[in-house]
C-alpha cells in the first residue's frame, strides 16, 4: 500500500489481551536529499500496544497502570524510533513529531556529536496528508555558529518528503542545545514549533567544563577541566572584555592546575581555558582582603 512518501508493506500483528507490548517496525531507505544520492539508512518505528501511556479519544492521558486506557485506545500508541542521515551518510539517532491539521511528521536529530570542530544538522519534513510550507532556523548555543544563519525553507504536499540542513561550527564552550524554530504555513494558517537537539563533545584535545575552586576566591585558584588532556593557555578577562592575567597550563590526567590571583581587583571576571582547538569560560569571583 501507498503511505507517506511511497510504497510499504502493511502486516497485521495480533498479541494477547491485556499485556504490555512495543512493536518494532524497520525500513532501509534511499536518500538523493544534500547531494549524496545512493546512499542509505535504517528507519524504526515503534507502536505500543496494551496498557502504556495512552490517551482516552478526547486528549486525555492516562498511566501504564490505568486500564481505563485499554478500551479507549485498543489500536495503540505510535512511537517514532528515527535515525537521520547527513551529508557525511553519518547516521543518528532521530526524534520525530507530528504537526495536525492534516499530518506532517518532522524528523531532526536528538543530538549533534562533534568528532571535530564541524557538525551537520539534517532536518526532514514529510507530509502524509496537505500542502505545506516551513522555514526554519537553527540557534547554537553559546561559542557555536550554524551555517547558513538565515532560515531555511522546504515545502511538502501529499504523500511527499523533503529536507534541508544546517552545518554547526564549534568555537566555544556551552555544551547545551541547539535551538530549531519552524515556522508553519498549512492551510493559510501560521504556526511555530520547536526542536532543541543536543550537543555532545567527544574532541578530547578541546577544553570543556570548566571548574575554578574556591569560587569566590582571594589569591590561589585551582582549574579543573574534566575529560581534556593537553596544552592550553588560561585568560582572565573582566568585563569590559580586557584581559588581565593568563597562564599556560599542561593537564595530564585529569589534574588540576593552580593559579595565582592576588593582584586582581576585587570583583567578576571571565575566565577562560583555550587552546586551537576550542575554548571553555566560566564565571570567577574575585573577594577582597
Not at 585558584?221 to 593557555?233: D, P
Amino acid at each position: 500500500m501507498n503511505f507517506g512518501a511511497g510504497p510499504v508493506n502493511q502486516y497485521t500483528i495480533t498479541v494477547p489481551a491485556n499485556g504490555h507490548y512495543l512493536v518494532l517496525g524497520k525500513s532501509t531507505i534511499s536518500s538523493s536529499y544534500w547531494g549524496y544520492s545512493g546512499s542509505s539508512c535504517n528507519i524504526y518505528t515503534g507502536r505500543r500496544v496494551g496498557g502504556h501511556v495512552s490517551c482516552d479519544g478526547y486528549g486525555d492521558y492516562y498511566d501504564d497502570d490505568d486500564t481505563s486506557a485499554l478500551t479507549s485506545c485498543s489500536t495503540g500508541v505510535t512511537r517514532f524510533c528515527q535515525v537521520i542521515q547527513d551529508q557525511t551518510g553519518k547516521c543518528t539517532e532521530a526524534d520525530t513529531h507530528e504537526e495536525w491539521g492534516s499530518l506532517m511528521l518532522v524528523v531532526t536529530p536528538v543530538a549533534l556529536t562533534f568528532d571535530d570542530s564541524l557538525s551537520y544538522l539534517p532536518v526532514t519534513y514529510e507530509s502524509v496528508v496537505g500542502d505545506w510550507s516551513v522555514s526554519v532556523t537553527a540557534d547554537p548555543p553559546y561559542g557555536f555558529y550554524a551555517t547558513p544563519s538565515t532560515a531555511l525553507s522546504a515545502s511538502v504536499t501529499d504523500s511527499a518528503m523533503n529536507a534541508v540542513q544546517f552545518a554547526v561550527t564549534d568555537t566555544g564552550s556551552e555544551w547545551t542545545n541547539t535551538k530549531l524554530t519552524h515556522h508553519i504555513l498549512h492551510k493559510g494558517a501560521e504556526r511555530t514549533a520547536y526542536s532543541q537537539p543536543g550537543m555532545i563533545n567527544n574532541r578530547t584535545n578541546k577544553p570543556t567544563k570548566l571548574n575554578v575552586m574556591p569560587n569566590p576566591a582571594n589569591d590561589q585558584i585551582k582549574i579543573t577541566l574534566a575529560e581534556f588532556e593537553g596544552k592550553a593557555t588560561v585568560y582572565i578577562y573582566n568585563l569590559l572584555g580586557q584581559k588581565v592575567a593568563e597562564q599556560p597550563i599542561d593537564v595530564v590526567s585529569g589534574t588540576s592546575v593552580s593559579m595565582d590571583i592576588t593582584s586582581l581587583t576585587p570583583g567578576v571576571y571571565l575566565i577562560t581555558a583555550e587552546n586551537t582547538a576550542g575554548k571553555a569560560t566560566t564565571r570567577l569571583v574575585k573577594m577582597g582582603k
